[in-house]
């Protein structure tokens, strides 16, 4: 069974900078993408960033070009979102989530996802 454990949140200031890790277990991942979303209050859970476990290609939303960066250990089965130049606006739950496997689809849908984890809070202050 699929377990993704999100660990690194906090609160940090703006212009700081936090790394959130997410450990995947239960399975192989060789063949999923796996991404990152966040929910802020009264809003509706977005994609924030993406990447094909095997090749490593990723897709980053508008929102977080330039600020966010998704990496991955194969070796550990870690993924990574190591986020900097942190805004208010950033502040949310973030959560990780695995495609099912060979997932063709559009990275940045949540209906693309069928594992999630728990979530962690980043709150940024002004």
């Known amino acids: 069974q699929v377990q993704l454990v999100e660990s690194g949140g906090g609160l940090v200031q703006a212009g700081g900078s936090l790394r959130l890790s997410c450990a995947a277990s239960?399975?192989?991942?060789?063949?999923?993408?796996m991404g990152w979303f966040r929910q802020a209050p009264g809003k509706a859970r977005e994609f924030v960033v993406g990447?094909?476990?095997?090749?490593?290609?990723?897709y980053v939303a508008d929102s977080v070009k330039g600020r966010f960066t998704i990496s991955r250990d194969n070796a550990k089965n870690m993924v990574y979102l190591q986020m900097n130049s942190l805004k208010p606006e950033d502040t949310a739950v973030y959560y990780c989530?695995?495609?099912?496997?060979?997932?063709?689809?559009?990275?940045?849908?949540?209906?693309?996802?069928?594992?999630w984890g728990q979530g962690t809070q980043v709150t940024v202050s002004s």
């Open positions: 990447i094909r476990w095997t090749g490593g290609n990723t």
């Open positions: 989530a695995a495609s099912a496997p060979y997932y063709t689809g559009t990275w940045y849908s949540t209906e693309g996802y069928p594992y």
């Open positions: 239960g399975r192989t991942f060789s063949n999923f993408v």
